[in-house]
């Protein structure tokens, strides 16, 4: 069966099934997404717009092959016509954001209006928002000692980075992106060599990758200021500034090499503080044996907790994904 017969069919039978069920029966919207992980995301976004009237229900593309990822998505329910206002599609928004209708997968998220993402990279780029990770540390280790500026590092991160990201979306516009790859990206964006009483090398090694990269890239390509320079002032019209370049990396780099790293070493300095003060507070070995084991066993895993970590929802990003989720109830419904 071809890809926009199946689009139909599909739209036409959450259409039918609604108009079956009773009037006073609530509405159902089903969304798809991308990944497991981006079931619990999106109900997390979509729980807000339930009420007596409609609900939503998040599912994977795909139930018979298990089939995942945004391509699978896009290909299965947006071919030919819109999906319709009982299916919709959640996804990451990746480069497609960034590169505004430069390839036809980027129109297809960027125009459709039964079609979502996340303005920032990827759901991982929202869960390690900076301004949210002390809160992280805390549900780790049951510490709230701040001995870390994560807003302030990731500030310093993002601005060595910017020049650097530019090149990479004016690269991804116009084709030339085998030149630098968002794989190439992110071997410079790894800080490396993180230590939490001195971070300053971690960036000062980010900035140096970063200049010698952009001398190859100018001589690769030395006619390309004026559009570089155009690049520039189109992303900050979209609101990505040289301070939020994190939040437009590929997710999992960030989540994985960047900020699971850095939230390792400052959560094992603040268990050993804990822990410090445990020993030395306690009166007897019995005391302190109970309280250790007591503490430990309320210790959690940096990663598991960093997945559901929701302090995002401050983000300017998030509120505009909320705003296209309202935006469309009021027009569908």
Known sequence: MGSRLKDNLNSRYFEAANSLTSKKARHRIVAYVESYDDIYFWRTVLSEFEDDKRYFEVMLPSKANLTRGKKSVLMNFLEGEPLGRD??????????YVIQGHTAQSRKVLESPYVFHTYVYAIENFQCYAPSLHNVCVSVTLNDHRIFDFRGYFQQFSEALFPLFVWSVMLYRNGNYPKFSITDFNRIADPGGFNVQTPEP????????VHTKINDLQRQFPDAKEEYLATKEDIKALGITPQTTYLYIQGHHLFDTVVSPILSKVCNLLRQERQNEIY??????????????????????IKVMLKKNSG????EQFRRVQEDIRN???VSL
């Open 87 to 96: 299916m919709i599609a959640c996804v990451d928004a990746d480069y497609d």
């Open 202 to 209: 971690s960036i000062a090694n980010v900035r140096r990758k």
């Open 280 to 301: 030395h507070a306690s009166a007897h070995k019995t005391q302190k044996r109970n309280e250790m084991s007591c503490y430990e066993n309320s210790l959690q895993d």
């Open 312 to 315: 995002y929802m401050v983000s």
């Open 328 to 330: 469309y109830l009021d």
